[in-house]
Structure formats: C-alpha cells, structure tokens
C-alpha cells in the first residue's frame, strides 16, 4: 500500500530514535519537575510552573535558536559538553534529541503532575501507619498509582518528539541520515518538484504514529481514572 | 498500656488529651468538631502536638521535652480510618498482607490465616477493594492494621460511614476482637449505643478536651 523508499525509511528509523531517546532522557527531568509542582510548597511555583510550559507556546524556532545559542560550539554548555566529553551535539541527531525532549517535556510534566495529584495522600498516610517508611510508600503506593498517567505523559510526549518540527531544524538542520527526521524529510520533498507522493506518504506515517500515541495515552489515562477512583461508597 | 499526655493547636482551637488506655476498648466518645480524630493523629504521629508525651508500653512515641518524635512507620500503632484507605491497586490479599510484610518475623503476633477466620475474610482475598461493600472493607481495614502486629490500635469512627444494616454486621466482629486480640484498643465515636456495647472505659472528648481523671 505504502510504498516507502529507502530515504523514507532512514527518517522514519532516525524519527523513533530521536522519540525514544528524548523520552528516555526527559522521563526523570519531567517526574523530578512534576513531583515537585504536584507536592512541593515553594515561593516561586507559579514562575516554574510557567516557564515549564514556555516551549508548548514560544515559537519552536525561538527554542531551537535558544538550543543553538547554549548548546552549539561556542555556546557555555556546548563548550563545556566538548571540552569535557569531547561531544558535540550541534548539527548531530543528539542535538535532535535535546530538542524533542524539550519540547515534548511540558506534556510529560502537565500528564505526571495531573497523575500525581491523583494519587490520594490519605492512602500515603495509611502505609505510613503500616510500617512502611516514605521511600517504600513511594514506590509501593504513589509510584504504582500513578504509573498510568506517567505513562500516558510519556507516550504523548513521544509522538511529540517524533513530529518535532521548528527547534530541530533551527538547532541542528536538516542533514540526511543524521537530522533528518519525517517532518524535515516532507519539508525536503514538498522543496523539490515531483516531491509531493513522497511527502504524502510520510504524512500518512506521521499520522498514523500520532494515531496510536493519542488512543495510547487515552487508553492508559482511563486506566488512570479507574485506578484512583475513590470507593468511599 | 498507652499513656497520652499532649496538646496541640488547630486554628485557634486547642486540643488537649490526658488519658490512659489498657487493654481492652477504651472509646473516645464526643460530638464531631470535639478533637477526637486530632487525638488520635497525635497518636498515630501524623499530627504533631506542641508539647506533652505518648508512651507505649513505656516506650516514648512522642516527647516534647526530650526532642523524641517517631515517624509513623516506627510507632507500631495500628490505624483503622474511617474511610477504610484501603489500597485500590492491591487485593484484598495484598491489603491485608501490606503491614505484615514490612514487620520483621520475629516482631509478628499475629498470623495472616487467623485474622483471616476471625474476619471470615476468606472468601474475599483475591478481590479489589472496589468492588467490597462497605462492611466488607471495613473488615479488610481492620485485618489489614491487626497484621501489623501492632503494640495499640486505633479506630476512628469504624462504622460511623456504614448503613445501620452494615453496622449491626461488623459489631459482633468488634466484640470477637475486643475478646480474643490482647491489645489496647482506643475506638473513636460519637455514637453512645456502640460505645455502650462496645467499650470498657469511656473518655469523653468536650471542646477540644479528653481527660479520664479530674486534674
């Protein structure tokens, strides 16, 4: 049905790579920061609270030239990462990744936080009183209860990264085989004459792999609901 | 024995307790807003009083002077809350056995198959929380503190969410615990039949007040 070409396939193979490590590396940023804004007390929450979500509403390009500026050759970070790991991450599929992961961090954190303040403390307190010390009650009570919007947070925030877009471009380019991810290799296409089937059937894929991270993160934010229902009947 | 000799601030409401509770089912009795469940929070060490002492069995839970305040987890108080809390991820199984895994063999009293006899929870193990009725869990709760091996169980307001057909299910289960578990039992309620059925010593619970003797 799909008749994919070789180049197709490298962009939908770089796309995942880029998706899943963007998810791999954000997870714990995004668990760090949700656990914070969902339990923590502190005088400038409404501040992170809102830089949190800058990158869901700046122009991703802004956030790419931002990435650029730190992160490139002469950037402080970029610098460091280079003098340090002899890493570079301008212009390479790791710096695509630095910028899926984020973008696609505000829908991680929105899916925990939201998880996380589901989570009923009473039920904290009760294996507190059972003998079970805060660590334990973590990862046997407020971890396993909300691990569905932890999921759902995730696979969201993947099908974000894989159609990342404007700060990919801006901050490493568009190289085949490297940077060239499904939403720069349809801008490629539509660039060129007779590009228009290529670009149709990567849409299609695009699509469909939001599709599935949609009805995903549906389906594990109903189990979600389940879970934490409160049966005080 | 458990003696309680504390105070604290809620608002501007002061709640103060002196009392003692012996094996058996000593009831906190007095109209909700009294304090009751802040005295038991104290207790359980989930509210912190502002000064005064808790021993059990000689051993300082709470110690204002001395700067001793045992996290919950250390305290070896058995909690039954009033909105059950069971674990909705876990089953019935899973709830009782919670507090039984995270108590050392050596320190255990108790044992998973007799509490289950004594609260003919049997048939129940393998169910979710959800889908018990409210006796049902609220006798899940009570296995659930008892496996604990705890050294004093605390029940604030067992039946007080409980139709009266559900009450009149779970009392004689109280009546066999208060027999056959050597335990001092402290029982929150603001209901005089069931403290009149079910307690051994009353200390009633007035304006933020509980005290068992004049002082």
Known sequence: ?233 | MLEVNVATQRGDFTVEARFTADVGITALFGPSGAGKTSILGMIAGVVRPRTGRITLHGRPLFDAAAGIDLAPEHRRIGVVFQDRRLFPHLSVEGNLLYGFRRTAPERRTQRPEDIVALLELGALLKRRPASLSGGEQQRVAIGRALLMSPEALLMDEPLASLDARRKAEIMPYLERLRGQIRLPILYVSHDEREVARLAQRTVAVVDGRAFDSPG
């Open chain 1, 1 to 233: 049905m799909l008749d994919l070409s070789p180049s197709d396939w490298d962009a939908i193979a770089l796309s995942l790579k880029v998706g899943a490590w963007s998810v791999i590396g954000s997870l714990p940023v995004a668990f760090g920061l949700a656990y914070l804004l969902a339990r923590v007390e502190f005088a400038l929450k409404p501040v992170v609270s809102a830089a949190i979500l800058l990158p869901l509403v700046l122009p991703p390009v802004v956030v790419g030239y931002m990435l650029l500026l730190a992160f490139g050759k002469t950037g402080p970070v970029g610098q460091l990462l280079d003098q340090w790991f002899g890493v570079t991450v301008a212009f390479r599929w790791t710096g695509a990744v630095i910028a899926a992961a984020v973008m696609g961090l505000p829908l991680m954190i929105i899916g925990i936080r939201l998880s996380l303040e589901l989570v009923d403390r009473r039920l904290e307190m009760a294996a507190r009183t059972l003998g079970a010390g805060p660590w334990r009650t973590f990862f046997t009570v407020t971890l396993p209860l909300s691990l569905p919007g932890i999921l759902a947070g995730a696979v969201l925030s993947f099908a974000r990264s894989v159609g990342e877009f404007g700060a990919t471009i801006t901050f490493v380019s568009n190289i085949p085989g490297d940077t060239r991810t499904i939403p720069m290799a349809i801008h490629t296409s539509l660039q060129m004459p007779g590009g228009n089937e290529a670009a149709f059937r990567l849409s299609l894929v695009s699509i469909a792999i939001a599709l599935i991270g949609i009805v995903a993160s549906e389906v594990l934010n109903r189990r979600l609901a389940r879970m934490t229902a409160r049966d005080d009947a």
